[in-house]
C-alpha cells in the first residue's frame, strides 16, 4: 500500500529565508512524486512532479524537490521564501503511472513572516 | 485554454437533501477523476473515469454516491441522501496520458466544490 507522510502540518518561515517541507512516502513499488500547492481560494497546482528521472526536480516559482530513495523521503525546499509563498503544500504519490490515482498528504500550511 | 472547471463553487444542503455536483475536464482529456477533503482530512480519491468508463472506483464511500459521465465529456457526481459527513470541498482533475510519463500524464486539478450539510 502507498502512503503519504508530511511532517508538520503548519510551518512558518520569514520572508528571504529557507523554504523546508518534509515528505516521507512508503511505496511498494517505484512512485511518482508530486508537489502540489493550493493558494487561497484556488484550486490546486502541480508544483513539481519526479517520474523516474533526475532525482533533483525543479519547479515552479523556484522550488525543488529531491527524491531519495534511501530515505524514502522528497521534501520541497526553497532557497528563499516570498510573501506569495504563502499557500498550503501537498505531497503525494501515485503507482503505475501519474494517470493512476494520486494518495495525498495531509498538507502543510505555509506562512511567511515579513 | 480553459481549465477544470466545477460547478457551483459551493452549495449548503440540508441532511437528506439530493445534490449534484458538476465538472468539466479540460477538452480533450479522457481522464477524469474525483477527490474529496474532509475538513482536517487528508485529499482522498474517489474514482477515475477514462471516457465514459469508470476504471477505478474503489474511493467511493458507499452508495449514496454516484458519479457519471454520459458521453465521455463532462461529469456528474451525486450525494443522495446527503450526510453530515459528506461535508467537504469536492475536487475534480482531468489527464491525458501519452504513455511516456511525461508533462501530458499531469492531472490537472479545478478549483473545487465546498459542500456543507447541515
Known amino acids: 500500500a502507498q502512503s503519504v507522510t508530511q511532517l508538520g502540518s503548519h510551518v512558518s518561515v520569514s520572508e528571504g529565508a529557507l523554504v523546508l517541507l518534509r515528505c516521507n512516502y512508503s511505496?511498494?513499488?517505484?512512485?511518482?512524486l508530486f508537489w502540489y500547492v493550493q493558494y487561497p481560494n484556488q484550486g490546486l497546482q502541480l508544483l513539481l512532479k519526479?517520474?523516474?528521472?533526475?532525482?533533483l526536480v525543479k519547479g515552479i516559482n523556484g522550488f525543488e524537490a529531491e527524491f531519495k530513495k534511501s530515505e524514502t523521503s522528497f521534501h520541497l525546499t526553497k532557497p528563499s521564501a516570498h510573501m506569495s509563498d504563502a499557500a498550503e503544500y501537498f505531497c503525494?504519490?501515485?503507482?503505475?503511472?501519474?494517470?493512476?490515482?494520486?494518495?495525498f498528504g495531509s498538507g502543510t500550511r505555509l506562512s511567511i513572516r515579513p | 485554454e480553459a481549465g477544470v472547471t466545477q460547478f457551483p463553487s459551493h452549495s449548503v444542503i440540508e441532511k437528506g437533501q439530493t445534490v449534484t455536483l458538476r465538472c468539466d475536464p479540460i477538452?480533450?482529456?479522457?481522464?477524469l477523476y474525483w477527490y474529496r477533503r474532509v475538513m482536517g482530512k487528508e485529499i482522498k480519491f474517489l474514482l477515475h473515469?477514462?471516457?465514459?468508463?469508470?476504471?477505478?472506483e474503489s474511493g467511493m464511500p458507499n452508495n449514496r454516491f454516484l458519479a457519471e459521465r454520459t458521453g465521455g465529456t463532462y461529469s456528474t457526481l451525486k450525494v443522495q441522501p446527503a450526510e453530515l459527513e459528506d461535508s467537504g470541498v469536492y475536487f475534480c482533475?482531468?489527464?491525458?496520458?501519452?504513455?511516456?510519463?511525461?508533462?501530458?500524464?499531469?492531472?490537472?486539478f479545478g478549483p473545487g466544490t465546498r459542500l456543507t450539510v447541515l
Open positions: 477538452s480533450g482529456h479522457d481522464n
Open positions: 511505496s511498494s513499488v517505484p512512485p511518482y
Open positions: 482533475a482531468s489527464s491525458q496520458p501519452s504513455g511516456r510519463g511525461d508533462s501530458t500524464d499531469t492531472q490537472y
Open positions: 519526479y517520474t523516474s528521472a533526475a532525482t
Open positions: 503525494a504519490v501515485s503507482m503505475y503511472s501519474s494517470a493512476s490515482k494520486i494518495i
Open positions: 473515469f477514462v471516457k465514459e468508463s469508470k476504471q477505478d
